[in-house]
């Protein structure tokens, strides 16, 4: 089965068992699939050299070639390894709503690292444009930013109820609550 294959079936298998296996990469499955059909890395370096071009210079592979191309090959895949269990620091970014009401001006204030007072000024928008999703929307982004996950949960469930439709603001509200479940069996483990 091909690298491609493998991807299209892991991504319809974890597009079928949803919410418990979101996390998952269809396209580090794979990767790992093809991996693990190797024994040694040495094994791994002549597939790709096999499947790799030949220079005119070269008709068979040099053994020193294949050595360092082996070491290269076992670098890559304990990086990918270590890269599969190892808790890493994620920087997330959340695209605002630029056409909700006053917008701008926050996101001037954000820019300008004054996350605070950006919701200060999207409270007192929220209060002039009940109606609006948008400024919901940005409520919990802007909450969620500056760790008041509690804030950022009511307002991503207001927008949802202002604007049902919004793929945007559930998938925000989804992703919160999958950050606080994660953070949650993590605190259980220790």
Known sequence: MAYQDHIIEMDTL???NKAPWEGISAESVARMRLQ???KTGLDVAR???DHSSKTPIYDEWREDLLDTAEKEAVRGAVDDALGQFTPQRVTERLELDDKAPRAADGIELIKGDK???AR???EKAAKENPQSGGVAYNLGCVSEALG???AA???????IRLDP????NRKAADALRRRLDDAERLRRRD
């Not at 949960?153 to 927008?159: G, H």
């Not at 439709?165 to 945007?168: D, G, L, T, W």
């Open 14 to 16: 974890i597009k079928a």
């Open 36 to 38: 693990n059909r190797f």
């Open 47 to 49: 597939y790709t050299a």
């Open 115 to 117: 996350l605070k007072e």
């Open 120 to 122: 200060l000024l999207w």
């Open 148 to 150: 008041d996950s509690k």
């Open 153 to 159: 949960r009511e307002w991503y469930q207001e927008a």
């Open 165 to 168: 439709a919004s793929e945007r």
